[in-house]
């Protein structure tokens, strides 16, 4: 038996939020003490094979945690600690922001996923800037840069300007968050022209990498105009993909009904999907994520064409193992499809 098998009714019995703030405050507490040394112990799993390199940064295991998990970067080391290899932290805000009323977050246990609406509640950019550079992290960290609540369109591009340079130090690659469907005025950052002023301010400050976050709602030509700016801009690589407000048929969760963005087992397939389409559009890596749940699916959206997985949704139905059970089962995969590597497998099936 596993300890997730006992810990999980308990934090099921609790609201999301609170059981996700529970989780975090003990991950807080542990870091840096003999327990999280124990979780290395336990949960890393150190092969050559599982080794990426993507924008100039190396990652030991191609496994990450995906933005929102750790908003105000509390808990790098601690994520270290339980296998992956990299983190995404914030969305940050410029200043800080409370987010929308609870509750805002919502398990759809029969579904396997959750909504939330959080809209980007975080500590603001100066002090996630100043924690992240005071951190040393044993692995790559990637800031996740979102729009302030009131910046309207025009204003955003000084807006993301700012934020970035509060973290720039401590971040490895930097994150454009343009699809966040739970905050004002998004929507109208995604198109050609808000983006191309968005990249080039961010770009003018040094920003680099830099990736951009897509949204799985966006319709197919924005999303390859959007990669035109990739290749034209020269940014570093794509994440595909955010949460969706669609609802797809066939949910039973009675939950299924609450505002926000969906994630988790029933966005897996049109996050694989879209990972695809952005693959065979562009040649900078792509970050898959959405619904990766096991190393069936990390595979899946590695041979899709992405180089790097994260999740979030996935280690709240999974529990504290997830990282460690993919590498593994990542290598068994490598093994039985006869790849020598994580990078042989990338794209096989574009
Ligand atoms: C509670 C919660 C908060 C999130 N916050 C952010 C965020 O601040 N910025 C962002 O780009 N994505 C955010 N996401 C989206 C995740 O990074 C990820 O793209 C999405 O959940 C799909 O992955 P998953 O199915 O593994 O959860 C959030 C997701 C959840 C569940």
Request: aromatic share 6%.
């Given at each position: 038996?596993?300890?997730?098998?006992?810990?999980?009714?308990?934090?099921?019995?609790?609201?999301?939020?609170?059981?996700?703030?529970?989780?975090?405050?003990?991950?807080?507490?542990?870091?840096?003490?003999?327990?999280?040394?124990?979780?290395?112990?336990?949960?890393?799993?150190?092969?050559?094979?599982?080794?990426?390199?993507?924008?100039?940064?190396?990652?030991?295991?191609?496994?990450?945690?995906?933005?929102?998990?750790?908003?105000?970067?509390?808990?790098?080391?601690?994520?270290?600690?339980?296998?992956?290899?990299?983190?995404?932290?914030?969305?940050?805000t410029?200043?800080?922001?409370?987010?929308?009323?609870?509750?805002?977050?919502?398990?759809?246990?029969?579904?396997?996923?959750?909504?939330?609406?959080?809209?980007?509640?975080?500590?603001?950019?100066?002090?996630?800037?100043?924690?992240?550079?005071?951190?040393?992290?044993?692995?790559?960290?990637?800031?996740?840069?979102a729009k302030s609540e009131?910046v309207?369109?025009?204003?955003a591009?000084?807006d993301y300007?700012?934020?970035?340079?509060?973290?720039?130090?401590?971040?490895?690659?930097?994150?454009?968050n343009v699809?966040c469907?739970?905050s004002?005025g998004f929507?109208?950052l995604?198109?050609?022209?808000?983006?191309?002023?968005?990249?080039?301010?961010?770009?003018?400050?040094?920003?680099?990498?830099?990736?951009?976050?897509?949204?799985?709602?966006?319709?197919?030509?924005?999303?390859?105009?959007?990669?035109?700016?990739?290749?034209?801009?020269?940014?570093?690589?794509?994440?595909?993909?955010?949460?969706?407000?669609?609802?797809?048929?066939?949910?039973?969760?009675?939950?299924?009904?609450?505002?926000?963005?969906?994630?988790?087992?029933?966005?897996?397939?049109?996050?694989?999907?879209?990972?695809?389409?952005?693959?065979?559009?562009?040649?900078?890596?792509?970050?898959?994520?959405?619904?990766?749940?096991?190393?069936?699916?990390?595979?899946?959206?590695?041979?899709?064409?992405?180089?790097?997985?994260?999740?979030?949704?996935?280690?709240?139905?999974?529990?504290?193992?997830?990282?460690?059970?993919?590498?593994?089962?990542?290598?068994?995969?490598?093994?039985?499809?006869?790849?020598?590597?994580?990078?042989?497998?990338?794209?096989?099936?574009?």
């Open positions: 038996m596993r300890l997730y098998d006992i810990a999980k009714p308990v934090l099921f019995s609790l609201p999301a939020e609170t059981a996700h703030s529970a989780v975090h405050g003990l991950l807080e507490t542990a870091q840096g003490t003999p327990v999280t040394t124990a979780m290395a112990r336990r949960y890393t799993v150190s092969d050559d094979r599982l080794a990426v390199s993507a924008f100039g940064q190396s990652f030991d295991n191609p496994v990450g945690v995906a933005a929102g998990f750790d908003k105000n970067a509390t808990i790098p080391n601690a994520l270290a600690s339980m296998g992956f290899g990299f983190v995404e932290v914030g969305g940050v410029a200043e800080p922001q409370t987010g929308n009323a609870r509750p805002r977050m919502f398990r759809l246990r029969e579904d396997g996923g959750l909504i939330n609406r959080m809209g980007l509640n975080n500590e603001g950019a100066a002090a996630v800037g100043e924690r992240l550079a005071a951190t040393d992290v044993p692995f790559p960290v990637g800031v996740n840069i009131h309207g369109t025009d204003a591009p000084a300007r700012e934020t970035y340079e509060q973290v720039a130090e401590g971040g490895d690659f930097f994150v454009v699809s469907p739970n004002q929507e109208e995604q198109n050609r022209a808000a983006l191309t002023a968005i990249f080039e301010e961010l770009r003018d400050a040094g920003a680099s990498p830099l990736l951009v976050k897509l949204s799985p709602d966006l319709p197919d030509p924005a999303v390859e105009d959007t990669l035109e700016l990739v290749t034209e801009l020269d940014l570093d690589g794509v994440v595909a993909t955010n949460t969706t407000t669609d609802r797809p048929e066939g949910l039973r969760s009675p939950n299924a009904s609450e505002a926000g963005g969906l994630s988790g087992k029933p966005i897996e397939d049109r996050a694989t999907r879209m990972v695809r389409f952005v693959a065979e559009r562009v040649d900078v890596p792509v970050i898959g994520v959405g619904g990766v749940s096991s190393a069936e699916g990390a595979y899946r959206k590695i041979r899709a064409g992405a180089s790097l997985v994260q999740l979030y949704t996935g280690l709240v139905y999974e529990g504290p193992s997830l990282a460690r059970d993919s590498n593994e089962g990542l290598l068994e995969l490598l093994e039985r499809d006869g790849f020598d590597s994580v990078e042989d497998a990338v794209g096989v099936d574009l």
